[in-house]
């Protein structure tokens, strides 16, 4: 997320939010399927790693098209209260 979330926000702007919004949790649906494999005998780069990687692709298409939607969504009055839901229910960071 820290190298593509900015890469993420440029996408978001150029083409909208609503693909962004709707391919990041997909591809965050894809990243826990490499990973459910996963079991007591893991090796780490072979059965977690790929997943992980994947999983962090998702957050990185979606988090920045989400604040910046939830932010013009809201009255000026409103935007720091807006501001605090949308950090309240944003996913975690990988």
Same mark, same amino acid.
């Given at each position: =997320?820290?190298?593509? #979330? #900015? +890469? !993420? $926000?440029?996408? !978001?702007?150029?083409?909208?939010?609503?693909?962004?919004? %709707?391919? !990041?949790?997909? /591809? =965050?649906?894809?990243?826990?399927?490499? /990973?459910?494999?996963?079991?007591?005998?893991?090796?780490?780069?072979?059965?977690?790693?790929?997943? /992980? %990687? /994947?999983? $962090?692709? $998702? *957050?990185?298409? =979606?988090?920045? *098209?989400? %604040?910046? %939607?939830?932010?013009? #969504? &809201? *009255?000026?009055? +409103? &935007?720091?209260?807006?501001? $605090?839901?949308?950090? &309240?229910?944003?996913?975690?960071?990988?």
């Amino acid at each position: =997320m820290l190298f593509l #979330a #900015a +890469k !993420g $926000g440029e996408l !978001g702007s150029r083409i909208g939010p609503r693909i962004p919004m %709707t391919v !990041g949790p997909l /591809v =965050m649906a894809l990243g826990l399927l490499f /990973v459910l494999g996963a079991d007591a005998d893991v090796n780490y780069w072979i059965d977690v790693f790929p997943g /992980v %990687t /994947v999983f $962090g692709l $998702g *957050p990185a298409l =979606m988090v920045a *098209p989400l %604040t910046a %939607t939830v932010l013009a #969504a &809201a *009255p000026d009055d +409103k &935007a720091g209260i807006a501001s $605090g839901i949308n950090n &309240a229910v944003a996913p975690p960071a990988p």
